[in-house]
């Protein structure tokens, strides 16, 4: 084995974390996550897919112990946890990293409730097992040069859910390892879901949830798993893409870098972002109609035209194919004045006008940009200003723009009344306020009440 030190080191830090060693600063971004994922999630019970997915493990039977975010009922922690990533995904409204292009959150915060739900664990063991998780998957997408075809969330997110389930059941860094080492033969995920836009593409996340606890159960129960998985002879760096196994724990328990996540301000794909927040920079400030918008081009780098760049076709899963679009984000700001949770519903995703100007948009390649989620530069040709042109860097909601306590309020209302389960305003405001205080909460099954 060539460097098992680097697994083990990656099973001391899950096993060994203490809130109180972790930077407030980094607490309090754990705690904004915490509370976005859960609203998303809830706004994305009923999603295409999710639905479906959840009387499917309804049908699995089980003891229920763990709540449905969004929904009625309860599940086994595996299953539920299950149900809630994918729901959290479904609407890709949820958390992403810039770095490691990871949706972490969506696949950790569910194995950590669930649990701990199950387990009766304290909020401040729940949210510790969520930072741990989260930081973990992050580093060991950041150690690959993430060029390949692997949808890198649910390969990377399973370690992430597996450290997060072994430190709410409190074992040891010995047991965490084979969990680790169990997640590894669990490790799954392409893009070609999202190519062909499909719903499996938002169920990857499910999985991944459901495997980091099962792999966390299995090592609980004696279940050894293979110690060098990340760079041994026949380990995820040998086989699926080259890494660097120093970078996965270079300053591990210092620097945390889940903290540089950014919270989405809107339901897509994170490469269409720059685009959308320059169209409606433009729509608003020069107060544009329709009618008044004769033509659209947008410059945007090789890897945001490569996944986000082609002609918007509806197929069978609309929802699926607008949130891959840039297109159709363009489109619908021209056609509507804003991006919200309205724009992915059926009725706009297959409206025709929509369609028809998704169209239009005229998309040109700068190769010399090699950014992953900007700059994107858009043009509008309107008949009363003329060319009107606007570029924005990055996406808002990262750290160079993050979201505002106002703006962050207002996702969460409105996730929640967008659900299919709305609580009243009231019961809304008192839920937000138990994820923000998750690390008083005496037991974590008072989280998530009705």
């Not at 169920?203 to 980091?212: C, S």
């Not at 003329?386 to 750290?399: A, F, K, M, N, Y």
Request: net charge negative.
């Amino acid at each position: 084995m060539s460097r098992p030190h680097t697994t083990a080191g990656l099973a001391a830090f899950a096993a060994g974390l203490q809130l109180d060693t972790i930077p407030a600063e980094a607490i309090a971004t754990a705690s904004r996550l915490v509370t976005d994922t859960v609203a998303v999630a809830w706004a994305g019970a009923e999603a295409p897919g999710i639905a479906t997915a959840r009387q499917v493990a309804v049908a699995q039977g089980g003891a229920p112990q763990s709540r449905l975010w969004g929904s009625s009922g309860r599940l086994p922690p595996a299953e539920a946890a299950f149900v809630n990533a994918a729901a959290a995904a479904a609407l890709d409204y949820d958390a992403v990293h810039p770095g490691s292009l990871l949706h972490a959150d969506a696949m950790v915060l569910p194995v950590a409730v669930g649990l701990g739900e199950a387990r009766r664990a304290s909020g401040a063991e729940v949210l510790t097992a969520h930072i741990a998780g989260v930081e973990i998957a992050h580093r060991l997408a950041l150690s690959t040069p993430r060029r390949g075809g692997w949808f890198l969330s649910s390969v990377f997110g399973v370690f992430g859910a597996a450290a997060a389930a072994a430190r709410v059941m409190r074992l040891d860094a010995g047991r965490t390892a084979h969990a680790l080492g169990i997640a590894s033969a669990l490790s799954a995920g392409t893009k070609q879901a999202m190519a062909e836009q499909t719903l499996t593409k938002r169920l990857q996340t499910g999985f991944a949830a459901r495997g980091g606890i099962q792999a966390a159960l299995l090592a609980e129960a004696g279940v050894t798993g293979p110690e060098d998985w990340l760079d041994g002879q026949y380990g995820w760096y040998r086989l699926f893409e080259a890494g660097d196994a120093a970078l996965a724990v270079k300053e591990l328990g210092r620097d945390f870098v889940f903290a540089a996540t950014g919270i989405k301000k809107y339901p897509a794909c994170l490469a269409c972002h720059a685009a959308i927040e320059a169209a409606l920079q433009l729509v608003h400030e020069y107060d544009l109609t329709p009618d008044d918008v004769v033509a659209s081009r947008l410059t945007i780098p090789p890897y945001v035209a490569n996944l986000v760049g082609e002609p918007y076709k509806p197929g069978a899963d609309a929802q699926v194919a607008a949130q891959f679009s840039i297109r159709y984000g363009i489109a619908a700001v021209l056609e509507r004045g804003c991006f919200t949770l309205s724009e992915i519903a059926d009725a706009a995703t297959r409206a025709p006008h929509l369609i028809a100007r998704a169209g239009t948009v005229a998309i040109a390649i700068d190769e010399r940009e090699p950014g992953q989620s900007g700059p994107a530069v858009v043009t509008l040709v309107s008949r009363r200003h003329g060319d009107l042109t606007r570029r924005v860097e990055h996406p808002p909601g990262g750290s160079q723009a993050p979201l505002t306590e106002a703006q962050l309020a207002a996702k969460f209302a409105d996730c929640l009344a967008c659900g299919a389960a709305p609580p009243d305003p009231a019961a809304a405001a008192r839920l937000r306020e138990r994820l923000q205080a998750l690390d008083t909460l005496p037991d974590a099954t008072a989280l998530i009440c009705p």
